[in-house]
């Protein structure tokens, strides 16, 4: 992957050269996205090297961590998976250096000034904060492996949301498809994976836990049990925005674009958490899961499809400003990019999905 991107990087430079319009944020970015890889191996080698501890009993373990009000409703808190204080305080260091790090890639799409009136970046800000937060307060730290899809999902937040894939969004219409599939099957998959909550809710004074703790619990565990609903819902999210009239729209508006944005975000994370919930929770079925992904992919790929082919523009007043690309090639690679990338995402849910209901169905089969 790295070496894909560094590849298109390279080409986009070469392009660039060719008009005698070197873009100095390509640079930049093919730099951060270098060096946020090599971040991610570093964390990944680190929780290579270092296991998470030895599982404890129920009497040990309630000596040994400390569970605020609350925070027993999200039943991803069980789980053992778990850092040293020392490694702990490391990946705080990593974390404070990816802030630095994507602080200064926002400065590439935006002025000081927009970034600190900005709600979506404080909103970022606010969310990684309260991680930290919840993390320090807990006297064990989430996983190697929850911490890097977590980082990796704030990170991809970020870039897209405050950051050069908006810059680039503003410009094209590649750019903007680009930006709708990390909100849709990108980012949700990897923080539902990174089980965030508890830390989220660690970080809010007690009182508050034991009043929304038991509440937000229950929408946790209820909201997976309506599939078709989150399936039906998420898919006339994405069907209803790509229409050419909310289309244009959202690009004249900057209130309707954030709630285009906020909308696929969340159908979003209730799409896929639904997805995940009968390996986590133990609802549902992973056939049924494995069918809403493959559905998903079939008409998220139509959509891509009717953008490649389109004889004409479906959006006339988006610019073109991808090396170079016309309005109707720039639109012909944005339904590409919503085909082929997206409809690999859900492809590897759905084939990843199936493989579990095979393993639970022969367990079974075995057990009876």
Same mark, same amino acid.
């Given at each position: 992957m790295l070496y894909a991107g560094f590849s298109l990087g390279c080409q986009t430079l070469d392009v660039e050269a060719?008009? &005698?319009?070197?873009?100095?944020?390509?640079? $930049?970015? *093919?730099?951060?996205?270098? %060096?946020? &890889?090599?971040?991610?191996?570093?964390?990944?080698? %680190?929780?290579?090297?270092?296991?998470a501890p030895r599982a404890y009993d129920e009497s040990e373990r309630s000596h040994r961590f400390r569970r605020g009000p609350g925070v027993r409703a999200f039943p991803g808190w069980t789980d053992l998976d778990c850092l040293s204080r020392r490694h702990a305080a490391a990946m705080y260091r990593i974390v404070c250096g990816l802030v630095l790090l994507f602080w200064s890639t926002w400065a590439l799409a935006h002025s000081p000034e927009q970034l600190l009136l900005d709600w979506v970046t404080w909103a970022l800000v606010i969310l990684l904060i309260g991680w930290l937060i919840g993390a320090l307060r807990s006297q064990r730290q989430p996983g =190697? *492996? @929850?911490?890097? /899809?977590?980082? !990796? =999902?704030w990170a991809l937040l970020a870039v897209s949301l405050v950051g050069p894939i908006e810059h680039w969004a503003h410009g094209s219409l590649a750019g903007? $498809?680009? +930006?709708? *599939?990390?909100?849709? =099957? %990108?980012?949700?998959?990897?923080?539902? /994976? !990174? @089980?965030?909550?508890? +830390?989220? $809710?660690? =970080? /809010?004074?007690?009182?508050? @836990?034991r009043r929304v703790g038991p509440t937000l619990g229950n929408i946790y565990g209820s909201s997976a049990n309506w599939p078709v609903t989150a399936f039906l819902i998420h898919g006339l999210v994405i069907w209803l925005w790509h229409l050419p009239l909310p289309y244009q729209l959202a690009l004249e508006h900057r209130l309707i674009h954030d709630l285009e944005h906020l909308l696929f975000f969340a159908t979003g994370l209730w799409f896929w958490w639904t997805l995940i919930a009968p390996g986590r929770l133990g609802q549902g079925s992973f056939g049924t899961a494995a069918v809403f992904a493959v559905l998903t992919m079939m008409h998220t790929g139509m959509l891509g499809a009717l953008m490649t082919f389109a004889p004409q523009l479906l959006y006339p007043d988006h610019p073109a400003g991808f090396a170079g690309f016309? #309005?109707?090639?720039? +639109? #012909?690679?944005? &339904? /590409?990019? $919503?085909w082929v990338p997206g409809g690999l995402i859900y492809t590897t849910a759905a084939l990843a999905l199936t493989v579990f209901w095979l393993r639970r169905a022969g367990g079974g089969r075995i057990h009876n």
């Open positions: 060719d008009q &005698g319009l070197v873009n100095p944020a390509t640079i $930049m970015l *093919m730099i951060i996205a270098s %060096v946020h &890889g090599g971040i991610l191996l570093l964390l990944l080698w %680190v929780w290579h090297r270092h296991p =190697a *492996m @929850r911490c890097t /899809l977590f980082l !990796a =999902a903007h $498809m680009v +930006q709708h *599939m990390v909100l849709l =099957a %990108v980012t949700p998959p990897l923080l539902l /994976l !990174a @089980r965030p909550m508890p +830390q989220w $809710m660690l =970080a /809010l004074p007690s009182s508050i @836990r016309d #309005q109707l090639s720039d +639109q #012909q690679l944005a &339904g /590409l990019l $919503m």
